[in-house]
């Protein structure tokens, strides 16, 4: 219908339905632009938020902050702040494509040493007749040099793509470089996964890697280690995502937190402030083994109840106020006996009282029987639990409720008794449940890899360095929880990364994960 005489032809009824499917079209397409410009305005609203924090952290760097702090908070200040730059640099690159400035310097790289070992990848066209049917004659080649590390040996990556050229139509064809973690950069994934490993898993400081690294005879500026850091941890993040929504689909989770100090800077002022490192993990009896932490900037509950979103389980933990409201929302409790055992040990370590000792003899018969329902299936594990350890905990319950009449208010046995009592029913929960634990005892052995980096790093350099720990540790401590080597892992991940479909992320995952045939 093109014209008014077409129109004409019309009828009312005809006319009418031409009118609404016009008016639905119309309906769509603002629809679509509305669309548009709500994506325009939240990615332009995200880069303004980037570009600020890119800002601050540029100023802060060489500002009076950094000049309070001695030496050492220096270094590890500034390995942070770097690597944050690097990381908010990769985050705008995705969403925007920067134009490069005609005539723009390009950061200077050093050469790689000249007394490493080369070993040259070449990557040439598989099939070397050209289109118009002529053999391919190679006129030259283009070399990109790479820093290889295998533990305890650096070498250099030579990779050398050879110009073929057909002298009939003379069409050139060279093969593209591999897709890198980290475009254009010099580093590959083994050396990366050694940073990463090195610094989160082993707990190392930038600049002691440095140290070692200089001792192999390859220096490697701090920011360039800073900066592979930030940029991998951007990359990862889409991995960490998926393990966390894994995790989710358990039934029984552990959680615990510990505090993590986080340097803050208020104007013109350098301190630190106390952040929290909240963990939460799968139980030994879940087929799936993972890990997740998460940074937050206080202990509220809050953070807890947003990770945990819409989920409804069995939540194992101690009695920290700040899961209570989680428990208001559906979530059932699981206590920690070894919480509750601790109690009673302190006392008794302290006066030999003899109340505490026949607690502890009857939490140890417990244990005694939870060795044997390890080795068992689920419903194996319930039965033997309600056959054996419920008689145990009745008579328990009874004697410490008795106890609690005898002995005097306010003492530490009391306290013990009370802390007991107070959670009994949480404390016993697990015996009707086959795939449920004891304790919390592997949750917080999953927290102890955090009590040695603090010994090491001493803080985070922010809030956003800090997230990048956790987000990195998750994937180190799952692939260890998975019998892997973590570096092996990391190693594989990144150089598969680049080239892995979004709906394809989760074979990466540490319980997915397998090596690359060939």
């Not at 060489?62 to 730059?85: H, K, M, N, P, W």
């Not at 930030?230 to 998926?242: E, H, N, R, Y």
């Not at 993972?290 to 990770?307: I, K, N, P, W």
């Not at 009673?344 to 505490?356: D, I, L, M, R, T």
């Amino acid at each position: 219908m093109n014209d008014a005489a077409d129109l004409a032809s019309l009828d009312e009824h005809q006319l009418r339905s031409l009118a609404a499917e016009l008016m639905q079209q119309l309906h769509v397409r603002d629809e679509q632009i509305r669309a548009k410009d709500e994506a325009i305005r939240t990615r332009d609203i995200l880069v303004d938020k980037l570009q600020f924090e890119l800002g601050y952290l540029r100023r802060i760097r060489f500002g009076r902050i950094s000049e309070q702090l001695d030496a050492t908070q220096f270094r590890l200040f500034e390995e942070d702040t770097l690597a944050d730059a690097a990381a908010i640099e990769a985050e705008l690159e995705r969403i925007v494509t920067p134009k490069q400035a005609p005539g723009a310097r390009q950061p200077r790289r050093l050469p790689l040493p000249e007394t490493l070992p080369r070993i040259e990848i070449r990557h040439d066209p598989k099939d070397l007749n050209c289109v118009c049917g002529c053999r391919l004659e190679c006129i030259g080649e283009d070399a990109t040099e790479k820093l290889a590390y295998v533990p305890g040996v650096f070498s250099v990556e030579r990779h050398l793509r050879g110009r073929w050229l057909c002298r009939q139509c003379e069409r050139i064809t060279q093969k593209e470089m591999p897709p890198h973690i980290i475009d254009k950069g010099i580093a590959t994934p083994g050396l990366l996964a050694h940073v990463l490993v090195s610094k989160f898993g082993d707990h190392l400081p930038l600049n002691r890697l440095q140290g070692i690294y200089a001792r192999q005879g390859v220096t490697l500026p701090i920011s360039t280690l800073s900066d592979w850091v930030g940029q991998c941890g951007v990359q990862l993040q889409p991995l960490v995502d998926a393990l966390k929504a894994e995790l989710m689909k358990c039934d029984i989770l552990h959680a615990d937190e510990t505090a993590l100090q986080v340097l803050k800077h208020r104007k013109d002022k350098a301190g630190s402030h106390r952040a929290y490192l909240w963990v939460y993990a799968s139980t030994r009896y879940d087929d799936l083994k993972a890990v997740v932490y998460d940074l937050t900037e206080s202990r509220s509950g809050q953070h807890c109840r947003t990770f945990l979103g819409d989920w409804q389980g069995k939540l194992i933990c101690d009695d920290y106020a700040g899961y209570k409201a989680c428990f208001a929302q559906g979530i059932t409790e699981l206590g920690c006996m070894a919480h509750a055992r601790r109690k009673f040990f302190e006392v008794f370590a302290s006066n030999k009282s003899p109340v505490a000792g026949h607690a502890l003899d009857s939490i140890k018969a417990l244990y005694r029987i939870e060795r044997k329902a390890g080795r068992l299936k689920a419903d194996d594990r319930r039965r033997l639990r309600q056959k054996r350890a419920v008689p145990i905990l009745d008579a328990l319950h009874v004697w410490l409720r008795q106890q609690r009449e005898l002995v005097p208010p306010g003492s530490a046995i009391a306290n013990a008794i009370d802390y007991s009592l107070r959670r009994w029913q949480a404390l016993t929960r697990y015996v009707d449940d086959g795939h449920a634990v004891i304790d919390n005892n592997h949750c917080e052995n999953l927290v102890r890899p955090v009590a040695l980096g603090r010994k090491n790093w001493l803080f985070a350099g922010s809030l956003r360095a800090g997230q990048r720990a956790a987000a990195v540790m998750s994937l180190i401590q799952s692939a260890v929880l998975n019998g892997h080597d973590p570096y092996a892992y990391l190693k594989d991940v990144l150089t598969r990364l680049p080239t892995t479909k979004h709906k394809d992320i989760g074979e990466l995952l540490p319980h997915n994960w397998r090596p690359a045939q060939g």
